[in-house]
């Protein structure tokens, strides 16, 4: 199947001579989540703004469902919604116009029961005819939000559409980015929160430095890199941990009663029944054992630290 | 062409003008009166005429050329300079747009805006003095043009400039200055012969000489030179945009 969004050899030097994007390549599927996760000044909104038409690359190029985004503008901008990081909007515009705005700016044709529709899936039905500037912070996120909507796009680029936002808001916007996935539309999102990709992302891109560190599935990558803890709780607390279990490299807690193993659950030998049966061994009674893997925040922590 | 996107960014940008009427007609209206009541009736009542034509209607075709040239650039250069400065410009960039519809938008609207004011201050010395208008279609023509070339100019500055001071230099230090030295209020016949050369280096003394003309059929330069003038400004003004969307200068890093 063809990639909704092709980027190629993809470089961004601006004038100041940043180099904000270094050869990045990236397929993007219909009909998928993907979350680009990085730092600030990672590369991730420079990406965005390049596919979107906004920032001009250096090198490298674009296709959106196998058009060119330069030399086929056109076709690619009527396709893609954008909503920005920042809270641009003007001030003394309404709701409703202001989304008329941006669907008429699309080359769409008015349609008020599109306009209405996608108002009311955003709880601004009611403010639709407040200006701008009388709207709270969170309105005016699900204003860019509907303004992005306005056109019908195949394809929506969310910039950190929850930096911000209170939590009830982050879990609306969770829910309608599901929702928009189910009616068919590709979602690109970036954001700070290990906890918004791993929720709603069915893959994860990693920048860092301008450079694509990897891209996988979600699952997949927490499951290749994620490292498992085993946590084992003892009956009796010890001082230290005995000198045959050295091997197994343990923690032992503060309270002397917990001793934890990490492993690789890539490796063909995880050592948790050498451990137990050492443990076993040594004489040690146990009450209780539990795993837990790696969060994401660790995996992309781990990732971003080590390039 | 996006049809669809030149009438919503016209439609946004003469609603503008609607929320604020009283700055956008109201101002020009009130300026044009003074102007009357000063030069009109002031000095005017001590010069019986210039060129065979009274001075009170000697000077409407310049009086209109000074609010037609402020506010064609002040309109468009506010107009692009507004979305640059609180960051809405990512919607026209991102938009199926070319250059020339986002030109034809916002330079319409602005043009359109000074012709309605242009209008009005016709209107308005209308009731000040004995007005006759010899070539309706040129005055009409002149009017047009100037509306469209100045509000480029607007555009560009609009483009150019990175806070509100810049966007008030030129229109206050150049614009205005040019205006009053490019005879709106006096012949250039009337000066002495080393400051009518130094004046014929002004380039709005073409555009008010030929303005003049449509209404009296009295010029201090011939017609197809004040018009020759006008196409040129707008053939640079066109170039300087089209080369602005080409290398995205200050609009697109």
Redesign the interface.
């Known amino acids: 199947m063809q990639p909704i969004v092709s980027v190629s050899n993809l470089s961004k030097r601006y004038a100041s001579g940043h180099q904000a994007l270094d050869s990045v390549s990236l397929d993007i599927d219909k009909g998928e989540i993907l979350a680009l996760l990085g730092p600030n000044g990672a590369g991730k909104t420079t990406l965005i703004s390049i596919i979107c038409g906004i920032v001009t690359p250096t090198t490298g190029s674009v296709k959106v469902n196998g058009h060119d985004n330069a030399s086929e503008y056109r076709k690619t901008r009527k396709m893609i919604g954008l909503v920005p990081q920042e809270l641009t909007l003007g001030a003394f515009d309404t709701v409703w116009n202001t989304l008329c705005f941006s669907r008429g700016l699309h080359g769409h044709p008015p349609d008020p029961a599109h306009i209405e529709k996608t108002l009311r899936q955003l709880s601004l039905w009611e403010k639709r005819d407040s200006t701008l500037m009388t709207l709270s912070g969170g309105m005016k996120r699900r204003v860019l939000i509907g303004k992005a909507l306005s056109h019908q796009p195949a394809i929506l680029f969310l910039d950190e559409p929850t930096a911000g936002v209170d939590v009830e808001l982050r879990k609306e916007m969770w829910a309608l980015v599901n929702e928009l996935r189910e009616s068919g539309v590709t979602i690109i999102l970036t954001t700070h929160y290990i906890e918004e990709a791993e929720e709603i992302a069915d893959r994860i891109g990693v920048i860092s430095d301008g450079r694509l560190l990897l891209v996988e599935e979600k699952s997949a990558l927490m499951e290749k890199m994620g490292n498992k803890r085993l946590t084992i709780d003892l009956r009796q607390a010890i001082t230290e941990v005995p000198p045959a279990l050295a091997e197994y490299d343990l923690q032992l807690s503060d309270t002397g009663d917990q001793l934890t193993y990490t492993y690789d659950t890539r490796r063909e030998r995880t050592g948790i029944t050498a451990l137990l049966q050492a443990l076993n061994d040594t004489g040690l009674s146990l009450r209780d054992i539990n795993t837990s893997q790696s969060s994401l925040e660790e995996i992309f922590v781990n990732l971003v630290s080590d390039s | 062409m996006?049809w669809?996107?030149i009438?919503?960014?016209y439609k946004?940008e003469m609603?503008?003008t609607w929320?604020t009427l009283l700055q956008s007609i109201a101002s020009p209206v009130i300026s044009t009166s003074l102007y009357f009541v000063v030069f009109g009736a002031a000095i005017g009542s001590r010069i019986e005429s210039v060129e065979g034509i009274s001075y009170g209607a000697f000077i409407v075709p310049g009086l209109m050329m000074l609010s037609l040239l402020t506010q064609s650039i002040s309109n468009a250069s506010f107009g692009i300079y507004?979305?640059k400065f609180?960051?809405?410009i990512?919607?026209?960039?991102?938009?199926?747009?070319s250059f020339v519809e986002v030109v034809i938008g916002y330079v319409g609207a602005a043009a359109t805006k000074s012709l309605i004011i242009g209008f009005i201050i016709l209107a308005t010395a209308g009731l000040f003095v004995d007005l006759q208008i010899a070539h309706p279609i040129w005055m009409l023509s002149f009017l047009i043009l100037t509306c469209i070339t100045f509000a480029l100019f607007g555009f560009i500055i609009g483009i150019w400039a990175d806070n509100f001071e810049k966007l008030q230099l030129i229109p206050l230090l150049v614009i205005t200055p040019l205006v009053f030295l490019g005879g709106s209020f006096y012949s250039v016949s009337m000066l002495p012969p080393a400051w009518q050369t130094v004046t014929l280096f002004n380039p709005v003394l073409y555009l008010i000489s030929g303005f003049r003309w449509s209404f009296f059929e009295v010029a201090d330069v011939s017609v197809g030179l004040s018009l020759s003038m006008i196409l040129l400004f707008l053939a640079i003004c066109l170039g300087i945009v089209w080369w602005m969307f080409k290398t995205?200068y200050k609009i697109?890093?």
Not at chain 2, 90 to 97: F, G, H, K, V
């Open positions: 996006n669809h996107a009438k919503v960014i946004f609603l503008r929320n507004f979305p609180t960051g809405t990512y919607e026209i960039l991102s938009a199926p747009m995205g697109r890093q």
